[in-house]
């Protein structure tokens, strides 16, 4: 049974670049969600996936940020001409709908750093 | 807007002893509490929920209080072990998305 998994663990670059994240979430997981964390806070919300529909956007995701789930499956997060606040590490996580307490599976996240 | 708060960024406590951390939120229409765990460079780790219709579930070493009147749900954990020390993050289920506090991180002394 393999988790889920976030690729790449650590990305550095350069204010202005794109970045794509990718995130495999455990098979029979219905729902993905991205999540992004900074230093001393909980994971804040910025996404939502039901099978390939996103479902809802956090108002805080500016239109730099995007996401998509083709077929169900894996899911990328862009980010185009990032800035320096973006730095943060970007959390996804699965769950099934039928799991009424809806329990998250998170990866290990992906370490953004923009210089 | 905060809705889910903990207010003690630490905690210290001595192995074998009881481990109590504490979490408010706002918002009356959270249908799921649920505790997460987090090991450096790991992503978080469900631990144990509560459905908002209970006052409490326990599973082993872990008991999970909730008081609705008073919008506060507690993390018990007995004995505590050094295994134990991590970041403790409680959350909030709400329509689509659940809300993280800002996370308590436990350290359990030998």
């Known amino acids: 049974d393999t988790g889920v998994s976030q690729d790449p663990r650590h990305k550095i670059t350069k204010r202005g670049q794109n970045v794509t994240f990718r995130c495999d979430p455990i098979?029979?997981?219905?729902?993905l969600y991205w999540y992004r964390q900074t230093l001393g806070q909980g994971p804040e919300f910025l996404t939502y996936?039901?099978?390939?529909?996103?479902?809802?956007k956090s108002r805080l995701l500016s239109d730099r940020f995007s996401a998509e789930r083709p077929k169900g499956s894996f899911s990328t997060l862009e980010i185009q001409r990032t800035e320096q606040g973006d730095s943060a590490m970007y959390l996804c996580?699965?769950?099934?709908?039928?799991?009424?307490?809806?329990?998250?599976?998170f990866g290990s996240g992906t370490q953004l750093s923009v210089l | 807007d905060q809705q889910v708060k903990q207010n003690s960024p630490s905690l210290s406590v001595q192995e074998g002893r009881i481990s109590i951390l504490n979490c408010d939120y706002t918002?009356?229409?959270?249908?799921?509490f649920l505790w997460y765990k987090k090991y450096p460079a790991e992503g978080p780790t469900f631990l144990i929920s509560?459905?908002?219709?209970?006052d409490k579930n326990e599973d082993g070493r872990f008991t999970v209080f909730l008081n609705k009147s008073a919008k506060h749900l507690s993390l018990h954990i007995v004995p505590s072990q050094p295994g134990d020390s991590a970041v403790y993050f409680c959350?909030?289920?709400?329509?689509?998305?659940?809300?993280f506090g800002a996370g308590t991180r436990l350290f359990v002394k030998a």
């Open positions: 509560i459905s908002s219709i209970k």
């Open positions: 918002n009356s229409m959270f249908d799921y």
């Open positions: 098979s029979e997981h219905n729902r």
């Open positions: 996580a699965s769950s099934q709908s039928r799991d009424r307490a809806e329990k998250l599976f």
């Open positions: 959350a909030a289920r709400g329509s689509f998305k659940t809300i």
């Open positions: 996936f039901q099978n390939e529909a996103q479902l809802e």
